[in-house]
Structures are given as C-alpha cells and as structure tokens.
C-alpha cells in the first residue's frame, strides 16, 4: 500500500500526472483541480495516495491533502459510486462544503456536481449519515464501559448543546475524523462567532497538523 508518492512532477497530461521517483515514473490519476494545483514540471511534489486493485487493473489515484483522499475514499465506499466520479466531484466540490451538504440532506448542492443525480445524492447522504449514527452508537457503548472524566462530559454535552457544533462535529465525522480528536480541536476555536462552515474548514486545519 502506498500512502504517498514524493518525487519530481515529470507530466501533466489530462487526468493524470507522471512523477519520477528514483527513475521509476508513477502515473498518477487526478482530478482537474488537484492537477492545476500540484505544481509546475520540474518541481518535487507529493501527493497522497490511494492504491486500487482489480482483477483487470492497478491503478494509483493521487491528492494534494489528507482531507480530499479521505473523501475520495468514502465516496467510493458508497455503492454506485467509482473512481470516476469521485474525481469529478473532488474537482467541483471541497471536502467542507460536501460534508456540510451530507450532515444537512442538501440533495440539491450534491445534484450540482456533474454525474450525481438526486437518487445518488439521495443514496450518498444515506449511507454515509447511516456510518456516522453508527459510529456514535459505538461511542455511547464505549463511554457507558469506562466512564471518562467529567470536565471531558461537560465539553461533550456543551458542543452537543451548540447545533451548528454538532453539525461541524458531524461533518467531520463524514470525513473520517474521529470524534475525540474532533471535540478535542475544537476546544482551541471561539465557536461562537464561527458559522458552520467556518468551523469544519479550521477543524480540518487543526486536525491534519
């Protein structure tokens, strides 16, 4: 498994890039957007990586942050969603703004990125909503086994009390944070004059340190 690929950029071309690595050339799909955004020919780059497998391919999908291979990576863990598409949604859509859309049903801003119809957005908000509930179920089952502190209950209880909190916490959660180091993250934020948006993107600036 590869988890990054650091090298110098060698091509650009559409829908990949090429980066030597040793004298070994990587071809590595992209998004538009990451593309335009890697860096110039010439240049060392490193780009996240998501290795995929098949009977009939192997094929290596790069990313300029943590934030959009996570969300590449649970795009295509819904069913009827492949490589494809997740791409074309990571090049007209931040991770903020598709995690907000899914913790607030907001079928219409998914509809918006090109290839996703409303059942797709319908089945997107579905599971991943259905992952989150999960694994908050599994966070209750754990924090009724061993009891934590209460100055760390009075912080959950405060943030689950604040809504637009809960949403930026759950919005997170969409995309693979875990939720202590979430509450954690956001005792470093003045939550009462950030909007939900505003919260997810210094959360995830907080939590990919």
Do not use: W
Request: aromatic share 6%.
């Amino acid at each position: 498994m590869l988890a990054y690929i650091k090298g110098i950029l060698e091509m650009k071309m559409t829908g990949y890039v090429v980066i030597d690595v040793g004298g070994l050339g990587y071809k590595v799909f992209m998004s538009e957007v990451g593309i335009e955004n890697i860096g110039n020919i010439g240049q060392t780059v490193k780009v996240h990586t998501y290795y995929r497998v098949r009977e009939d391919d192997i094929s290596i999908y790069g990313f300029n942050t943590l934030e959009e291979l996570k969300m590449f990576e649970l795009l295509i863990s819904v069913s009827g969603v492949g490589a494809k598409t997740a791409l074309t949604m990571l090049a007209t859509c931040e991770p903020s703004e598709f995690a907000l859309a899914v913790i607030s049903e907001d079928v219409k801003a998914l509809t918006q990125i090109p290839g996703i119809g409303a059942k797709s957005a319908q089945r997107i908000i579905l599971e991943l909503k259905d992952k989150i509930a999960k694994e908050q179920e599994i966070e209750k089952i754990n924090a009724q086994v061993n009891s934590k502190e209460k100055v760390e209950n009075k912080i959950q209880i405060a943030m689950e009390n604040n809504n637009k909190v809960a949403e930026a916490v759950a919005a997170l959660q969409v995309l693979g944070y875990n939720k202590k180091e979430i509450e954690k993250a956001f005792t470093k934020l003045d939550k009462s004059t950030l909007t939900t948006e505003e919260l997810i993107k210094k959360g995830l600036n907080l939590l990919g340190k």
